[in-house]
């Protein structure tokens, strides 16, 4: 499965950001609800973090503690996309931000990125004070 993301831009802190993961090149028979997904994030020189992931039908969801309550992740598999919603930006939520299909499904939604079958290209996030 191919993954893109869009909706990255500069922002200011407080301010709001959706980005958006259209998947394409699902196999014959496949369809983006068997795959749990989850967004990562990279700041400069520092390791890819986990963000948060949802289920393969966007019924659970799980959050890395310094977004909870901020982030909200969905999807809609009609439209083979996930959503990445993102309020009260801070300057520390700066960093290139990642989609990716896991690779099976963890029941506690808590993935590291050896977990992950299929990444996007990033897009720029970038949160001014």
């Known amino acids: 499965v191919q993954l893109v993301e869009s909706g990255g831009g500069l922002v200011q802190a407080g301010g709001s950001l959706r980005l958006s993961c259209a998947a394409s090149?699902?196999?014959?028979?496949?369809?983006?609800?068997?795959?749990?997904m989850a967004w990562f994030r990279q700041a400069p020189g520092k390791s890819r973090e986990f963000v948060g992931a949802i289920s393969g039908s966007g019924g659970s969801t799980n959050y890395a503690d310094s977004v909870k309550g901020r982030f909200t992740i969905s999807r809609d598999n009609a439209k083979n996309t996930v959503y990445l919603q993102m309020n009260s930006l801070k300057p520390e939520d700066t960093a290139v931000y990642y989609c990716?299909?896991?690779?099976?499904?963890?029941?506690?939604?808590?993935?590291?990125?050896?977990?992950?079958?299929?990444w996007g290209q990033g897009t720029q996030v970038t949160v001014s004070s």
């Open positions: 990716a299909a896991a690779r099976s499904v963890i029941r506690s939604l808590k993935y590291s990125t050896n977990d992950m079958y299929s």
């Open positions: 090149g699902l196999a014959s028979g496949l369809t983006l609800s068997m795959y749990a």
